[in-house]
C-alpha cells in the first residue's frame, strides 16, 4: 500500500455460498468498494462493482440472493484493519464488455433482511429503551453491540403485526431522553414534602406532576441507525450536546491555513443553508396543538415556540438565539394539529387514567399514560431545525469516523489575503457538525480511498467565537 494520505487498500472480500458455506476471495475482482452509513437508516450497506472476465462467479458460485460477504479494509489514517459483514440482497447494472461481465453487488447487514420476515403481534411495554433491546435482541437475534439512551416514560402499545425496524422507527419521535429538563408545575394539593420526594424521582415526575402544556418546553426525538460498531438509538439532543464532543478536526487549506495532510478537507459544497419558508411550513418556528381527550371530554389547546424554547436544546453553533427574523416568526404559529388523547385503554380502574390535574386523579393515573403533549411539537421542531446548515465534504479515507459522531470543520476566511491574518478561519461557517452519512470509497486498482460526509447542525458559529447571527 502506498503512503498517502488517501491510501486505502481492500485486504480481502470473501463471499460464502449459502448451501455449503464454500468461500470464494473475489478481491481481485473488485474495481470499486462504496460503503455507507446514514443516521436515518436502520442499516449499513455497500455496493461492490465487479469485473468477472473468467470466474462466471454469478453461475459458477451461484449467486442467488443472501449469501455472506465478509470485506476486510486497511488505511493510513486509521491503523487498523476494520472488517464489514454483509448479505447480498441484489445484483444491478450488469451487461458484457469485451468477453467480460460487469455488474454490483449490493449488500446489506444480515439483520436488515430478517427483518422483512418477522412481523411482532405481542404486545410491547416498558421504557423505549427497553422496548428497542427486546425487539433487537429477541426478534432480530442480534449479536451487535447495542447503544440505547435511556429515555422519559413508560410506553404499551400493540404493534399490529410490524417489522421490527417499523416499530423502533415509530419510537423515534415519541421518545424524551432521561436528562431532559420538562417544565411542569407541581400540585397545588401536595404537600412540600411530597412534592420534594417526587421530584427525586424521574418517572415519577413524569406521571404525577402536571405539565405546564400551554407553553410545553423541554426536547424530545430520537435517532435508530447502525454503523459498523452496531445499532444505535440515541437522542437527538444529547447527540448535539458537547458531552459528545468532536472526534476529529478536519481543515480547507489555503494559502494561509494548513495542517496535516490526514486532516486536510479536499473538497466543501453547501447543498443547504437557510430555508425560511419549508421550516415555516413544517410548523418548525412554532406551531399550535388541539388536544382532546374522548374520555374525559376535555380540550385544550398550547403553543411551542423555538424561540422560547432555544436554551433548554443543545446545539453545535455558537448562536446565543434564533435571527431576528426568525425570532419574529416564532410568536405566531405556522402549523396546526390536532391530537385526540388516550390515558384509558391500558387502564381499567374506575376513575380517569389521565395524570393531569383538571381530570382529578393525580394520585393514582395510569402507569402508562399518552405524552403526545410532551413530544409531537418539540420532536417536529427538533428534527427540522437540526438541518439549518447541511454541507458535503470529502476527507482522506478515515474508516474510524461514524455517522452520529461530532466532527469540528475550519474552514479558511474567503476575504481579501491582507485581512485574514486577523481571521484565519470563517467563524461562521467552521465549527462542529453532525455526521448524519458517511461514504467510504475504495479505488482498489489505484489503492486509494476517500471519505465522503454529509454534516448538519442546527446554528452558526464557532462555540469560541460566537456567531453574528442577532
Known amino acids: 500500500m502506498s503512503e498517502g494520505a488517501n491510501s486505502g487498500r481492500i485486504k480481502s472480500a470473501v463471499i460464502y455460498q449459502n448451501e455449503t458455506g464454500k468461500t470464494l476471495e473475489i478481491s481481485d475482482l473488485i474495481t470499486n468498494f462504496q460503503y455507507f452509513e446514514n443516521i436515518y437508516y436502520p442499516t449499513i450497506s455497500a455496493e461492490v462493482e465487479i469485473l468477472d472476465s473468467a470466474n462466471n462467479l454469478i453461475a459458477s458460485l451461484p449467486i442467488q440472493g443472501c449469501e455472506k460477504v465478509e470485506i476486510t479494509v486497511e488505511n493510513n489514517t486509521n491503523t487498523e484493519e476494520v472488517k464489514y459483514n454483509f448479505n447480498v440482497y441484489k445484483i444491478s447494472s450488469r451487461f458484457t464488455k469485451d468477453r467480460a461481465q460487469v455488474y454490483y453487488l449490493n449488500l446489506v447487514s444480515q439483520e436488515t433482511l430478517i427483518n422483512e420476515t418477522v412481523r411482532i403481534g405481542k404486545t410491547l411495554e416498558g421504557r423505549s429503551e427497553d422496548i428497542v433491546n427486546e425487539v433487537l435482541s429477541n426478534y ?25 425496524f417499523n416499530i423502533i422507527n415509530g419510537l423515534r419521535a415519541k421518545t424524551v431522553a432521561e436528562s431532559n429538563k420538562v417544565k411542569t408545575k407541581s400540585n397545588p394539593s401536595k404537600t412540600k414534602k411530597q412534592s420534594d420526594s417526587q421530584s427525586e424521582s424521574k418517572s415519577d415526575t413524569a406521571t404525577t406532576d402536571t405539565a405546564d402544556y400551554k407553553n410545553a418546553g423541554g426536547t424530545a426525538g430520537y435517532f435508530f441507525y447502525e454503523t459498523k460498531s452496531g445499532y444505535h438509538f440515541k437522542s437527538v439532543d444529547k447527540l448535539c450536546s458537547e458531552d459528545n464532543g468532536p472526534v476529529k478536526t478536519y481543515i480547507q487549506e489555503n494559502s494561509a491555513v494548513g495542517g496535516i495532510a490526514t486532516n486536510k478537507i479536499l473538497s466543501v459544497t453547501y447543498n443547504n443553508e437557510i430555508d425560511v419558508l419549508s421550516k415555516l411550513r413544517n410548523g418548525a418556528y412554532s406551531s399550535l396543538i388541539s388536544f382532546y381527550n374522548f374520555s374525559t371530554g376535555n380540550y385544550e389547546e398550547y403553543t411551542y415556540s423555538l424561540a422560547e424554547q432555544y436554551d433548554q436544546l443543545a446545539h453545535l453553533g455558537g448562536q446565543s438565539g434564533l435571527q431576528y427574523g426568525q425570532k419574529e416568526l416564532s410568536k405566531y404559529p405556522t402549523r396546526v394539529m390536532s391530537v385526540i388523547l388516550d390515558h384509558e385503554t391500558w387502564f381499567s380502574d374506575t376513575v380517569p387514567g389521565s395524570p393531569e390535574e383538571q381530570d382529578g386523579n393525580e394520585t393514582n393515573p395510569s402507569p402508562f399514560p399518552d405524552h403526545q403533549k410532551y413530544y409531537i411539537s418539540q420532536s417536529i421542531t427538533r428534527f427540522n431545525s437540526l438541518e439549518n446548515q447541511k454541507l458535503n465534504i470529502a476527507v482522506p479515507i478515515n474508516t474510524a469516523l461514524e455517522v452520529g459522531q461530532q466532527i469540528e470543520v475550519l474552514l479558511p476566511n474567503q476575504i481579501a489575503t491582507s485581512q ?9 461557517n467552521s465549527g462542529v457538525y453532525l455526521i448524519s452519512q458517511l461514504n467510504h470509497a475504495f479505488s482498489p486498482k489505484e489503492a486509494k480511498a476517500n471519505t465522503h460526509l454529509t454534516l448538519i447542525r442546527d446554528s452558526y458559529g464557532r462555540k469560541q467565537t460566537g456567531s453574528k447571527v442577532k
Open 420 to 428: 485574514r491574518t486577523e481571521e484565519q478561519y470563517d467563524n461562521e
Open 140 to 164: 432480530l437475534n442480534t449479536s451487535k453491540e447495542l447503544d440505547i439512551d435511556k429515555s422519559l416514560y413508560n410506553i404499551k402499545f400493540q404493534p399490529g403485526k410490524k417489522s421490527p
